[in-house]
């Protein structure tokens, strides 16, 4: 069974995974089971292409979970790889950046939710380096995105390159937060 750290893990490892026939999203019924005392969070729905069902039960870490956008705790994640954290993290950070750029300051804070789901992304990059290692091992490549993205280019899972996007991520939300501070 597949073992997810928090909600948020779940949902990105099914909007991970198509549909057989190559659909992505879905719209997802959610609950909780009880397996002789391991707490299973079951999600079903349908294909909105071609009808199938889809199923995927995760079960979940004991304590209590962490808070989104984050999508875990100190330890790797068990069923996504770095390959693919990285694709995600830039995705939504290209989206972020240019509508960033193009639009005034103070339309920025909306893009906040965005840009920090882009950096825990990439925060979930570094938690695949091994102390004292330079770089994520390839063998920390398990899907096909992963070692596709790792084989274009491994220097980017090196550690002074993850710690460079870290701090550069840092800044950009730093710098959202500054020019247009939560309202409240």
């Given at each position: ?68 956008p984050a999508f ?82 491994p220097t980017r ?12 991520s840092r800044r ?13």
């Amino acid at each position: 069974m597949l073992i997810a750290r928090s909600a948020q893990e779940a949902h990105l490892y099914m909007d991970l995974h198509v549909c057989a026939c190559g659909a992505t999203p879905f719209e997802r019924e959610h609950r909780l089971e009880d397996r002789e005392g391991i707490l299973v969070s079951v999600y079903e729905g349908t294909c909105p292409q071609c009808g199938r069902t889809r199923s995927y039960e995760f079960a979940l870490p004991d304590g209590l979970p962490v808070a989104p956008p984050a999508f875990g705790g100190p330890e790797p994640s068990q069923i996504i790889d770095p390959g693919e954290f990285l694709w995600v993290s830039d995705q939504v950070a290209t989206d972020s950046g240019l509508r960033l750029l193009n639009t005034p300051r103070d339309t920025h804070r909306d893009l906040r939710p965005a840009t920090a789901y882009a950096l825990a992304a990439l925060e979930e990059v570094a938690k695949f380096l091994p102390e004292g290692d330079d770089r994520i091992p390839e063998d920390r490549f398990v899907s096909e995105r992963g070692r596709e993205i790792y084989a274009k280019d491994p220097t980017r899972f090196e550690r002074t390159d993850i710690r460079f996007a870290l701090d550069l991520s840092r800044r950009i939300l730093a710098g959202i937060d500054s020019h247009t501070p939560p309202q409240g």
